[in-house]
């Protein structure tokens, strides 16, 4: 019997690669930050916290040192590091060695490589056939394993892979985990991966009488998404189809695709069935003279608008926030906040407003998001840092009495999730004392006045 909150598995990563996007600013084999790390003298593209950290990571770093010295100053994807690591590895017989972990016993010639079904995505097999040229430049005299053998170990590594996040669960890094890689996926799971630099720990979000591997799930996705979407993703992915419980069950689906009830003086919404919409929750204003077709142009609007952000604004929080803005304004028929792809605009706009230091334009969209959290099951830690977030903003603005419940709110989900000696949830404790302590001053000096 496991309880919720209690720790199902930690493991080390058998191999893994720091993000491009964050060298200089994390040590390469403990992904911590720092402002002081120093760079490999061979290879110039790793770095590291100090001689301890390299010489930890000396095993792993030294074939792929040459290799990355022999294309600099070029520096590979992520994706081509990471199997370059997994050939090394191969080379070294180290692919079939067993390592001991909470469920069992592991090797990555275990892992399932679904080499059938990659052979039939071409999409996948572009992927392969340009990381071989790449690894072809890396590896020089030293031969790429054969074919049918480099195909297993890309399978093994695109299916198995985690994305290694920082406590705000944004992406720093790629790793494969040798027991990790045992558990399922549920949209509605029982229990949530985490990662404290490197280290992995899977914690139960709910009672498991048995915590045996077949019973534990995860999710592979972010819960946020439709049933389609969530299915898409998964079939792209990892080539299945998701039949959990969940996903059995449209009804959420209905309330993520709603619009704005067409009342004018009301701020209800109309729920999706199949290619019509109900009665207002609110008013019960009719919903049959929606169009279909007006419906689907709001649809492309909104995700013409997120893809703008995506490709052209991510690094621009002030425009972020004003196509944001632009898109609820010329959308506003059928803007809601209890829309699938509302929810995702108000979310960018909450992180831009952050990113840019508005903190009331922050606040007021990260209110808005909370419409968003009946969509993610029981204590998801993306719940807790955003609650983290909102409250923090409110401290920052001297809401305390909101700011406390807000971060009460966050604590109780943050440490089942990530544990009360996570990073994240000691700066959510201090926080919280941070709030505490001041509304003790403020009583204090309310009373001597």
């Given at each position: 019997m496991k309880r919720t909150g209690d720790i199902l598995l930690e493991s080390e990563p058998f191999v893994h690669v720091l993000s491009h996007k964050e060298t200089g600013k994390r040590c390469d084999s403990c992904f911590t930050s720092g402002d002081d790390l120093k760079r490999c003298t061979v290879c110039k593209v790793v770095r590291y916290c100090n001689s301890a950290c390299q010489k930890v990571d000396w095993t792993s770093h030294k074939g792929e040192c040459r290799c990355l010295k022999?294309?600099?100053?070029?520096?590979p994807l992520d994706s081509v590091r990471l199997m370059l690591k997994l050939i090394l590895k191969q080379k070294a017989g180290d692919n079939g060695k067993f390592?001991?972990?909470?469920?069992?016993?592991?090797n990555f010639s275990n892992f399932q490589s679904h080499s059938d079904k990659i052979m039939s995505d071409q999409q996948r097999m572009e992927q392969l056939s340009k990381i071989a040229f790449t690894l072809e430049k890396l590896l020089g005299?030293?031969?790429?394993?054969?074919?049918d053998e480099l195909l297993e170990i890309f399978g093994k590594m695109v299916i198995n892979s985690f994305t290694v996040c920082d406590g705000e669960l944004q992406p720093v890094g790629v790793a494969i985990y040798l027991s990790p890689s045992l558990l399922d996926h549920s949209c509605e799971p029982n229990a949530v991966a985490t990662f404290q630099g490197t280290k992995l720990t899977v914690r139960a979000t709910q009672d498991i009488p048995d915590p045996s591997p077949t019973n534990i799930y995860i999710s592979y996705v972010d819960q946020l998404d439709t049933i389609a979407e969530r299915r898409r993703q998964l079939w792209e992915q990892y080539y299945f189809s998701c039949q959990c419980a969940r996903c059995k069950d449209n009804s959420l689906d209905g309330e993520m695709l709603s619009v704005r009830c067409q009342r004018d003086s009301c701020q209800g919404y109309h729920r999706r069935q199949e290619d019509e919409f109900g009665k207002c929750k609110d008013c019960s204003y009719q919903g049959n003279t929606i169009r279909k077709e007006d419906v689907e142009l709001f649809d492309a609007a909104c995700l013409e608008c997120l893809r703008n952000i995506k490709e052209s604004s991510k690094n621009d929080p002030v425009k972020v926030l004003q196509l944001c803005k632009q898109c609820e304004e010329e959308q506003k028929q059928f803007f809601t906040d209890h829309n699938i792809h509302c929810i995702h605009l108000l979310v960018k706009a909450f992180d831009a407003g952050i990113d840019c230091g508005q903190w009331e334009a922050a606040l007021l969209y990260g209110s808005r998001?909370?419409?968003?959290?009946?969509?993610?099951?029981?204590?998801?830690?993306h719940?807790?840092?955003?609650?983290?977030?909102?409250g923090k903003i409110q401290l920052y603005l001297e809401q305390c009495q909101q700011a406390l419940i807000t971060l009460q709110q966050a604590e109780k989900i943050l440490s089942i999730t990530h544990g009360r000696s996570h990073s994240l949830y000691e700066d959510l404790d201090g926080l919280i004392h941070q709030c505490t302590e001041e509304m003790r001053v403020r009583r204090q000096i309310s009373i001597q006045d």
């Open positions: 022999r294309v600099f100053p070029d520096v390592v001991r972990n909470d469920i069992g016993w592991r005299d030293s031969k790429l394993p054969p074919a998001v909370q419409e968003s959290y009946r969509f993610y099951p029981p204590n998801s830690p719940v807790g840092i955003e609650l983290m977030k909102v």
